[in-house]
């Protein structure tokens, strides 16, 4: 058994520098194949303790003739001699952190020669990714050890994030997992557009258990609401309510975010701003979509001055808007507002898509329309309560799947996303978004995402864009790439002293529950219903 107390001794340093990390000699008694990158290790300097991450791992001799004419194996005394003496294990490791009587630093020196190094011990990781608090939420353990990890959850909510990683690596177990924590420690509101219906009931999986969504964790905080009430009640879920969209609430500029799913020509798009200045915000829609036949269209196109083929073209392309169900010309009840309402209350909004979720026009065009018209209330609150010298909005965080879709560098200077990204937390709102593929996404959003947390990605431009401007990039790279093909992520960037590989916490089975100290809430029947009558007074 080894003594998880007290830290193992691994070895002693033997060169390196600050910029190209440190050479670590192994001692013979332990197995280089332990020795897996990602781990982090102590170093006890004069003043201060260095923590550093393995990020290479290497086998060594003092003879070259060793290696073209190996020693006999077959006598157990002369191979231990020579373990240890003649040929050794090195690690590389990249120092991440000082631990000095005042506190943590970055690191700007080097632990001398023959400074002894050994395994990181849980005082250690704690004292720098904290413990349990009000807002500290456990998030997994280091590689290969069994202490916890904790997130600050506050600090985490002050930027937009992103989730990273191929498809299949846990992106959304993770998210889900961030979620419950910002649910439990109450930082922030939150607004998930779910487009696979993974958040709110359940959650699907591989694993033998059925996950809990957040609204069985935690059932008087979050509400669920529909764009397709048949398929979530095909689910057995009861909705909070059911979001129709009138095509009077639709602008130019949420068509135009649609231009490559929707295969729209520059003029189309022109023409829908010309549409829009000529009927005005409540009619162009309506005018266009209602137009039954090409005769019609081009009826129109002669009343607005418009040219017949690219109003014909336009027309055709969006035709698709009419199959949604959840688009009406008016909206007898502006769901927006309701949504908002809700996120007022410090409550959490699951916006479930059913069976849109397969159709990405549907999904962007409801995330887009919804974040623009909330950020403008934000914006405006935050602004009037400047001038009052009041209190802003409590802080909202909106998550999104597929960010690419939103934030591709055609789109990202147009849209609510592209805007939320980059004004950081001026108005109170942020994104968490979620991809599988990040070289897609603006590079300079890519740059203002505050906390990265990054499972496996293969793709060389996919792990050059979510590393690009951080420090100690080629190591970090070694580490991202060799990360497990599930549950595992790099954590790097505002929320975190230093860089982490972690393995995810577990979530889905009865312990994990208990493991995250999600308790549940017991609620009396009918309380959700009492607790919306108390909202909407009737
Ligand atoms: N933290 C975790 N706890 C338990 N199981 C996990 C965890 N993370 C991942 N898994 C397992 O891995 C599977 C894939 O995870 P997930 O659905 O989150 O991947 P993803 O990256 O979101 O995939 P996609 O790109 O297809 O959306 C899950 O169904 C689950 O079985
Ligand atoms: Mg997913």
């Given amino acids: 058994m080894i003594d998880r107390m007290r830290p193992r001794r691994l070895g002693m340093v033997v060169g390196g520098s600050l910029s ?30 260095f923590l550093g991450m393995i990020t290479d791992v290497s086998l060594a001799s003092t003879d070259p003739a060793m290696a073209s004419n190996p020693p006999d194996q077959s006598d157990p005394f002369i191979a231990k001699v020579i373990a240890g003496t003649n040929v050794f294990g090195t690690l590389h490791i990249a120092p991440q952190l000082a631990i000095g009587a005042d506190g943590l630093s970055p690191v700007r020196t080097i632990p001398a020669h023959f400074t002894q190094v050994q395994e990181a011990s849980e005082e250690e990781i704690q004292r720098v990714f904290g413990r349990d608090d009000k807002a500290h939420f456990y998030v997994g353990t280091p590689l ?17 994030n992103g989730v990273f990683g191929k498809s299949g690596t846990g992106k959304t177990f993770l998210t889900r997992l961030i979620l419950a924590g910002i649910l439990q420690k109450g930082v922030a509101s939150t607004l998930i557009f779910d487009m696979h219906g993974e958040y709110g009931w359940r959650g699907k999986t ?22 397709d009430q048949e398929s979530t009640l095909k689910k057995g879920i009861h909705a909070d309510f059911v979001v129709h ?52 269209v081009v009826q129109l196109a002669n009343e607005v001055g418009e040219n017949e083929n690219t109003l014909g073209a336009l027309w055709r392309r969006l035709q698709l808007l009419r199959r949604f169900g959840f688009l009406v010309p ?13 996120l007022d209350t410090g409550k959490h909004v699951v916006l479930e898509f059913g069976s849109y979720g397969d159709e990405l026009a549907a999904y962007i065009l409801v995330a887009n329309l919804i974040t623009r018209r909330l950020h403008d209330r934000y914006v405006e609150r935050t602004e009037r309560a400047l001038e009052d010298g009041g209190r802003g909005a409590a802080p909202l965080v909106i998550i999104v799947e597929e960010a690419h879709k939103f934030l591709n560098p055609d789109v990202a200077s147009q849209t609510t996303f592209g805007v939320i990204a980059r004004e950081m937390r001026k108005y109170n709102v942020t994104l968490l978004v979620v991809d599988q ?32 401007g951080v420090q100690r990039k080629s190591e970090l790279r070694q580490v991202l790439a060799r990360l497990a093909s599930k549950q595992q992520a790099l954590i790097f960037g505002h929320a975190v002293p230093m860089p982490i590989p972690i393995t995810v916490a577990e979530y889905g089975s009865p312990e994990s529950y208990k493991a995250l100290n999600i308790t ?7 309380q959700i219903e009492k607790e919306i009558q108390e909202l909407w007074g009737n």
């Fill in 20 to 49: 190209e990390g440190l050479v670590v000699k192994l001692d013979p008694a332990v197995s280089i194949e332990e020795m897996a990158v990602g781990r982090y290790v102590s170093l006890q300097g004069e003043t201060r303790r």
């Fill in 144 to 160: 290969d050890m069994e202490m916890r990890v904790h997130l600050d959850l506050q600090e985490l909510v002050k930027r937009s």
């Fill in 206 to 227: 591989e694993g033998p258990y059925e996950v809990k969504g957040l609204k069985q964790l935690f059932p008087s905080k979050v509400f669920v609401v529909t764009l």
């Fill in 245 to 296: 969209i009138g095509y009077d609430e639709i602008e130019p500029k949420d068509i135009e975010t649609l231009r490559e799913t929707l295969n729209l020509t520059d003029l189309a798009v022109q023409a829908c701003y010309h549409l829009e200045r000529r009927l005005g915000q409540k009619q162009w829609v309506s005018r266009l979509l209602e137009s039954r036949d090409r005769e019609e």
């Fill in 330 to 342: 008016h909206a007898r009840e502006d769901s927006v507002h309701r949504i908002l309402e809700y």
């Fill in 437 to 468: 593929r990040p070289s897609g996404i603006d590079e300079e959003v890519m740059s203002q995402l505050g906390t990265k947390l990054t499972c496996l990605l293969e793709n060389e431009r996919d792990i050059e864009a979510v590393l690009s």
């Fill in 520 to 526: 549940e809430e017991t609620m009396e029947p009918g």
